[in-house]
């Protein structure tokens, strides 16, 4: 069987890792995956007419007599495990971030800032699960002089699993909320499986960025050699909002001061994602201007809170996904809005199992505690539950809705788990 050592070799010399046939291209080297419903090693043949250099297979009837196709144990192992034998070859700072919410916009941020000063790699999109991370590591190049990984997870032992291989020397955990309550039980299954990436970097002398604010992170990353605070009061750096409609402006005090950061998010929510971004700038030693206008110039997409204007309306359009954490801040965010016309579209949140109806209840409670124009509820839980608010079952019937309505100077709120596809409500 050949060796990671070997297999080493020929990423060195190939080092574009492909696991997809449809977007192949020449010189690539094909991992042929498999799962619940796909089998990659049905298409090794394929990858190599293709022009795959080499093709990793872990099926024996796939091994078609070409010289250009391996076969290894377990191909998704032999990934990830070329992955942790790429990262050992760097002593640069890995930086892993890992949370409930904003851990996407958080990584964002925190690129952006590093980026001015130094060679930084990030994951793309949102690739942070056993497939993605691997794949970032190795795409970080030798000219690196930081990497930043995001890390997601839905249940126990993932995170684990993760630094395993990716090894980081820093960490970050947005906040422990309610999301993946299915996979994990509850909120302390939450923190458990978020905090083994404090226990890796607490058994490895790393470095984290706490959110101060939150007591349970404070006594989550209790014995880890090197903390650094952030917050909105007593920590070593401190934030705080000046402005929050439509966009959200901060000031930064404490070990520096950056005054009136103008960003391009809505949501006050946004607060703790800019000010570990702010932190960790500074503690790599990114000079305050460039902080400030890193964090000014990211402008937010894949639906992630964005601001939309649509004719004299503003839409923010918080829709890549949803838990009753996150559901939760953008309600109150857009109820303290100084505008008379408001309106929530909102689609069902996934994956929270036996607490899930007991969420949606929830979250009808805190929409009957303001003032809206209209309410919007679709798919999910919320066509279980009895309530005076508008129920579609799916995002095509809200957009039909919406079509035909004719809202002036008004504000709405898209948000809902991926599955519910509420960006598709205001799609012309």
Request: glycine share 8%; charged share 25%; with cysteine.
């Amino acid at each position: 069987m050949i060796s990671i050592e070997e297999i080493y070799k020929l990423y060195k010399r190939f080092p574009s890792i492909q696991t997809d046939t449809r977007r192949l291209a020449k010189d690539d080297l094909f991992f042929a995956l498999k799962g619940e419903n796909f089998n990659g090693n049905l298409f090794a043949q394929q990858a190599i007419d293709k022009g795959a250099a080499y093709a990793m297979v872990d099926e024996q009837h796939a091994t078609i007599s070409s010289e250009k196709i391996i076969l290894v144990d377990n191909v998704l192992l032999t990934l990830q495990d070329l992955a942790k034998y790429h990262r050992q070859q760097f002593s640069i700072p890995f930086l892993a971030i890992t949370g409930s919410n904003g851990k996407t916009t958080t990584k964002e941020l925190v690129h952006a800032v590093l980026s001015t000063a130094f060679k930084t790699y990030t994951t793309e999109g949102n690739l942070n699960n056993h497939i993605g991370i691997p794949l970032t590591i190795l795409k970080v190049k030798t000219d690196a002089q930081i990497a930043v990984i995001e890390m997601g997870a839905n249940h126990l032992k993932e995170i684990e699993g993760y630094c395993k291989y990716t090894l980081p020397t820093h960490g970050i955990i947005t906040n422990c909320g309610k999301a993946h309550l299915e996979g994990f039980g509850s909120i302390e299954g939450v923190r458990k499986g978020k905090g083994e990436l404090y226990d890796f970097l607490r058994n490895n002398k790393g470095t984290v960025f706490v959110m101060w604010d939150y007591d349970y992170l404070r006594e989550m990353s209790k014995g880890i050699r090197q903390i650094i605070s952030y917050g909105t009061k007593d920590a070593f750096i401190n934030g705080s909002i000046f402005q929050n409609e439509p966009f959200l402006s901060i000031d930064i005090s404490g070990a520096i001061a950056i005054k009136e950061i103008s960003t391009q998010l809505t949501g006050d929510y946004n607060l703790p994602n800019i000010l570990a971004a702010v932190t960790v700038g500074n503690y790599f030693g990114v000079e305050p201007d460039k902080i400030k206008s890193a964090i000014e110039n990211y402008a937010p997409s894949n639906s992630r809170s964005q601001l939309i204007e649509f004719n004299s309306n503003k839409i923010i359009l918080d829709a890549y996904n949803a838990n009753p954490s996150s559901m939760k801040a953008a309600i109150e965010n857009i109820a303290k809005f100084n505008v008379k016309d408001k309106i929530l579209i909102l689609g069902g949140m996934a994956e929270l199992g036996k607490e899930s109806l007991q969420e949606h209840e929830n979250i009808l409670s805190l929409i009957t505690k303001y003032q809206w124009k209209d309410v919007v509820l679709v798919g999910g839980d919320f066509l279980k539950l009895h309530h005076p608010y508008r129920k579609f079952e799916n995002s095509i019937q809200a957009k039909e809705w919406f079509q035909k309505q004719h809202f002036h100077d008004t504000y709405l709120l898209v948000k809902g788990s991926r599955s519910m596809q509420m960006e598709k409500v205001i799609e012309k």
